[in-house]
């Protein structure tokens, strides 16, 4: 495909230069890249059953190590929109802090963009904490974002400003959980494009592969998660836009009726109260969602069973709950490809939810 074919049209006020290709951080221009742990082994789950789609699926490709963790100190560094894409002095993006989830000919689909949004420069030090989709969906937020600041005391202290992702309670109540000053944070937006005299970026997971030091960071943030897990949860997702079980209603009356589950939703919930509630589950069965990045707090041994649509299968909790010792069974229904919602196939679930709930 020709690059001008991919040219991305922007606003008509965007008229700053978008980077011109993608180096790696070894390539990058005025920049300090400072070890901070190395490559972990991705461990397998103990699984329980899989639906047969679901096991062809979440067992293919998946990776050997997760990526190491590393520091990134760059001068005159710049920082386009809440994904927080970072360009080099030398107007190239770094692919190494940058995360994209489809292909491009020039690597990202920034650098096919028209133009980039007017540059505000700040004379300060700049921590970065936004990661893709962080700043709208709260798995890449709690996941992939957050966990960039664990071992990084000294450099949030030296700091003048972090930028954040800020338009959801979510990004809030965690930034005072960790006891970041409200004055001491920018909030990224989809217009954000700022030059920082010096860049603080750790690097961010690769996604949907979770360090186990990420998950452990996170659980340390917490105060007071409940020691005993012993209920059962049933996470609806009646209350979403989209990916909604229509049928949910029999699932939810045997699950209550026969074995003692708890129904419950998520909204309103504030995210620690949502990482106490996952602590406190010894059985969780819900449909595929952000909610389910709370498994990050659940106990080792807690059993959960993920609900798929047969078009929308993504292994980042499979491996999540390989990372926090869960117990791990999956079954997927099928849903057509303009359908928000589906119906759950309980001919095919019958067998891995007696598997599950016997386990």
Not at 62 to 67: A, V
Not at 202 to 217: D, G, H
Request: net charge negative; charged share 20%.
């Amino acid at each position: 495909m020709e690059d001008a074919k991919m040219q991305r049209k922007t606003y008509k006020h965007w008229t700053a230069p978008p980077p011109d290709r993608c180096v790696s951080l070894t390539e990058a221009a005025e920049t300090i890249v400072t070890p901070v742990e190395p490559s972990e082994l991705v461990r397998e789950p103990e699984i329980i059953a899989l639906e047969p789609l679901c096991q062809r699926t979440l067992l293919t490709e998946t990776p050997n190590h997760t990526r190491p963790f590393v520091l990134a100190e760059m001068a005159n560094a710049r920082v386009f929109s809440h994904h927080g894409v970072v360009i080099d002095s030398a107007n190239q993006l770094v692919t190494d802090l940058t995360h994209e989830f489809n292909d491009y000919p020039l690597g990202n689909r920034v650098c096919h963009y028209e133009g980039l949004p007017p540059l505000e420069k700040i004379n300060a030090t700049v921590m970065l904490l936004p990661s893709l989709s962080g700043w709208k969906n709260y798995y890449h937020w709690i996941i992939e974002s957050l966990p960039r600041l664990r071992n990084m005391e000294e450099q949030l202290n030296a700091a003048d400003y972090i930028l954040t992702p800020m338009s959801r309670p979510f990004h809030t109540q965690w930034l005072d959980q960790l006891g970041i000053p409200s004055e001491k944070r920018i909030e990224a937006n989809f217009d954000t494009h700022i030059e920082v005299r010096k860049l603080i970026a750790p690097s961010s997971p690769e996604p949907m592969v979770n360090p186990l030091s990420a998950i452990t960071w996170l659980r340390q943030q917490i105060p007071k998660l409940p020691t005993t897990a012993d209920r059962k949860i049933y996470i609806t997702r009646a209350d979403s836009w989209r990916r909604r079980a229509r049928n949910e209603s029999a699932l939810i009356d045997q699950l209550r009726d026969d074995h003692g589950y708890e129904l419950v939703s998520l909204s309103g919930m504030t995210a620690l109260d949502q990482a106490r509630l996952f602590a406190s589950a010894k059985e969780i069965v819900a449909l595929h969602g952000a909610a389910l990045a709370n498994l990050a707090f659940v106990k080792p041994g807690t059993k959960v069973l993920e609900l798929f649509l047969s078009d929308f299968i993504y292994p980042q909790y499979y491996r999540l709950t390989a990372m926090t010792g869960i117990r791990y069974a999956a079954h997927s229904s099928y849903s057509g490809p303009e359908d928000p919602d589906f119906s759950i196939d309980y001919a095919t679930l019958h067998p891995i939810l007696e598997a599950f709930l016997q386990a």
